[in-house]
């Protein structure tokens, strides 16, 4: 394991989703800080929110690679950049070093390209903190596919074997119950994986939140722990990062 801390921002956090191609700039300014106080090499990655999302269902792209409208896979990267330089700045704002990535500068298709994956780390190790997202790439010909920010959390974990791996979403983690919000505190990976997990949280666990504990049961089977926090609580991610937290759910690796 590598001392670093690899963070995914969730598009719940860092954009209003029901507000179209609204950052939530309080909420970013709040992690930028948070992040800034911390000494330990990091990666970031963010996902669409009310950006990203927004054009990508307008064009109607998926994950699955297809020839889909040339103007949306503009459209849909271009709304990235716009929301990942609202990001960027918010950190050089707070005095972090972040430098922005774009998927294809260390994938192909949805594959990790390792030496490109392992300059990152170099990178945050010599304290500039690569700040990548979820975005639309080309897989062949004329096809392309959205590539999520959570998938490139798996795809950076199992190059880079962080010692931290963080989802910050909006919500304080997963909920043995929705109306006692009552949390569960940690969860082992057993050999029966997400089966275990849906006895666990019933059907309390939908869409968004779903797809990111897929991903983090995903990761701990490489023998990590995943941390589910509340972004909007920028500290719990400092909390996370050091080792201290409070609040939230953690997944234990399976070793
Ligand atoms: O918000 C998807 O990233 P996610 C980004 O992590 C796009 O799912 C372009 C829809």
């Known amino acids: 394991?590598?001392?670093?801390?690899?963070?995914?921002?969730?598009?719940?956090?860092?954009?209003?989703?029901?507000?179209?191609?609204?950052?939530n700039t309080e909420a970013i300014d709040g992690i930028s800080k948070a992040l800034a106080g911390l000494?330990?090499?990091?990666?970031?990655?963010?996902?669409?929110?009310s950006f990203g999302h927004y054009w990508s269902v307008k064009y109607d792209m998926h994950t699955k690679p297809d020839a889909y409208d040339p103007h949306g896979v503009s459209v849909v990267h271009e709304s990235m950049i716009t929301l990942n330089q609202i990001i960027v700045n918010s950190m050089i704002k707070s005095g972090m070093n972040p430098y922005s990535i774009a998927p294809p500068a260390f994938t192909t298709g949805h594959?990790?390209?390792p030496s490109k994956v392992k300059q990152l780390y170099v990178m945050?190790?010599?304290k500039v903190t690569p700040v990548?997202?979820?975005?639309?790439?080309?897989?062949?010909?004329?096809?392309?596919?959205?590539?999520?920010?959570?998938?490139?959390?798996?795809?950076?974990?199992?190059?880079?074997?962080?010692?931290?791996?963080v989802f910050a979403t909006n919500v304080d983690g997963i909920y043995k119950?929705?109306?006692?919000?009552?949390?569960?505190?940690?969860?082992k990976l057993s050999?029966?994986?997400?089966?275990?997990?849906?006895?666990?949280?019933?059907?309390?666990?939908?869409?968004?939140?779903?797809?990111?504990?897929?991903?983090?049961?995903?990761?701990a089977s490489l023998g990590l722990d995943v941390m589910l926090v509340n972004g909007l609580k920028p500290d719990r991610i400092s909390q996370a990062v050091t080792g201290k937290l409070e609040m939230g759910t953690i997944v234990k690796g399976r070793r």
């Open 177 to 187: 119950d929705m109306e006692t919000k009552e949390l569960v505190g940690e969860l």
């Open 1 to 23: 394991m590598q001392n670093l801390a690899l963070i995914k921002l969730g598009g719940s956090v860092i954009t209003f989703k029901d507000q179209v191609l609204k950052a």
């Open 39 to 49: 000494d330990v090499p990091i990666i970031v990655v963010h996902g669409g929110g």
């Open 111 to 113: 594959k990790a390209i």
């Open 191 to 219: 050999k029966a994986g997400l089966v275990e997990f849906s006895k666990v949280a019933g059907a309390d666990v939908t869409g968004g939140m779903q797809r990111k504990v897929k991903e983090a049961f995903k990761i």
């Open 124 to 126: 945050a190790k010599s």
């Open 132 to 165: 990548t997202f979820g975005d639309v790439v080309h897989v062949e010909g004329s096809k392309y596919s959205i590539l999520s920010g959570d998938a490139l959390m798996s795809i950076l974990a199992r190059v880079l074997r962080p010692s931290k791996v």
